[in-house]
Structure formats: structure tokens, C-alpha cells
């Protein structure tokens, strides 16, 4: 199993629609989880943080199953702004460093 | 305003020609990494520094160098690029690499093209 996995899509769906991406880990002591966005040739930014169950923000609701190993990020009410990619981090210790694991991203398009 | 300044934002070089890519950032973070990302594979960390005077390599260090001579620069220097270092480059910081601090804050990016 590959340490951080995500569909990467596209997923096109009609503005107001409900979408869902799940992320997979294979590391089942990591404790916290991170979804960043990232627009076309920018660079990622943060969109939420899980440490515990799951997040909420908005729209946007993030859900950790440890016992599966996944994380789930929730859109609510699509807005067009939402088009981007979906990026799922992992941390993992490895010796002294933490290193952040980075998923391949999931390609999100919101149509008219 | 907290940022991460990287420079230049596109770079069109020839091989073997040395180059620099500067970063900086404002938000007094001790955790400084540089990443590349290309269609397919990602994110991958080129190198990462913990404090001032302190790096390592990351997952794809090869024919890469830096330096952390103080707390909010962390250059990127290609010694002898080559055609294979041709990426989108950012560099990012965190105020630790732990929990909460372990959050990102990234750089614009820089488009590299090594001919």
C-alpha cells in the first residue's frame, strides 16, 4: 500500500453539489492529518487540519477513520471558486524529522 | 504581511550553469524545506532545515545544495543544473515540525527550465 493514497479524478461536478474525496494512509501511528488546496501552478495552502475525529469549517468537513486508515474531505453547496486540487498530507516520524507525507492530490472541477 | 518570498518566480537556464533560488520568510519559523513538484509524483522534498545551521536531505536531494546561515533564509543553489532538475520549486516553512506547527506556509514557487 503506498504511505499517502488519493483518486486523483477529475471530479466534475454542478455548482451546489455535494462532493467527497477520500485520502488513505498506511502508517497507522500517524495522529494528525492535513488537506491543503492547491490552484492551478500556485502553491499549496492549507485548508484544514484533523487531529481528533474530524473538522469542520465551514462547508467543508473533514473526518478521520483510524480504524480503516482513511480521511474524508466533505464540500458541501460546490461553489465554482472550489475548483482546484485537493491535496491529503500525512506526517511521519522518521528518525529526527517529522517528514510530511503528500498525497497526489484529487483534481476538483465545479461547472456552471 | 506573514509570507514565504521565493525568487526569482520563472528561470530559464542552461545546463551546467550555476544558479541560486533565494527564500525568505517573515514569521520567524525554525522548520525551512524546499520541494519540487512534477506532473504524476508530487510533492517530494528536496531538503529541510530544523534551525540555523541545521539541514538535511529530504527524498530527492541529488545535485542540489542549501544553506541556513540565518533563521529566515534558506537558498536553493543548483550547482550544475541539468535538463531532469526542470520543476516548479517551493519553498516552505513551519514553525516546527511537530502537531499544529507543523502546518505549511509555501512560497509562490519558482518555474524552472533547464535547457
Known amino acids: 500500500r503506498k504511505e499517502v493514497e488519493q483518486d486523483p479524478g477529475p471530479f466534475n461536478v454542478p455548482e451546489g453539489a455535494t462532493v467527497a474525496f477520500n485520502c488513505t494512509y498506511s502508517?497507522?501511528?500517524?495522529?494528525?492529518f492535513f488537506w491543503y488546496r492547491q490552484d492551478c501552478r500556485k502553491e499549496p495552502k492549507l485548508l484544514m487540519s484533523?487531529?481528533?475525529?474530524?473538522n469542520e469549517d465551514g462547508r467543508f468537513t473533514a473526518q478521520l477513520n483510524r480504524a480503516s486508515q482513511y480521511i474524508s474531505l466533505l464540500i458541501r453547496d460546490s461553489k465554482l471558486s472550489d475548483s482546484a486540487t485537493y491535496l491529503c498530507v500525512v506526517p511521519l516520524d522518521a528518525g529526527n524529522n517529522r517528514k510530511l507525507i503528500w498525497g497526489l492530490g484529487t483534481s476538483l472541477a465545479v461547472n456552471p | 504581511e506573514a509570507q514565504v518570498t521565493q525568487n526569482p518566480r520563472y528561470l530559464i537556464t542552461v545546463t551546467g550553469k550555476k544558479l541560486t533560488v533565494t527564500c525568505s520568510q517573515n514569521?520567524?519559523?525554525?522548520?525551512m524545506s524546499w520541494y519540487r513538484q512534477d506532473p504524476g509524483l508530487g510533492l517530494r522534498q528536496i531538503y529541510y532545515?530544523?534551525?540555523?545551521?541545521?539541514?538535511d536531505k529530504g527524498d530527492v536531494p541529488e545535485g542540489y545544495k542549501v544553506s541556513r546561515k540565518e533563521k529566515r533564509n534558506f537558498p536553493l543553489i543548483l550547482e550544475s543544473p541539468s535538463p531532469n532538475q526542470t520543476s516548479l520549486y517551493f519553498c516552505?516553512?513551519?514553525?516546527?515540525?511537530?502537531?499544529?506547527?507543523?502546518?505549511?506556509?509555501f512560497g509562490a514557487g519558482t518555474r524552472l527550465s533547464v535547457l
Open positions: 516552505a516553512s513551519s514553525l516546527s515540525n511537530a502537531g499544529a506547527g507543523n502546518i505549511q506556509y
Open positions: 502508517n497507522s501511528a500517524s495522529q494528525s
Open positions: 514569521m520567524n519559523h525554525e522548520y
Open positions: 532545515s530544523m534551525n540555523v545551521e541545521v539541514t
Open positions: 484533523v487531529y481528533s475525529s474530524g
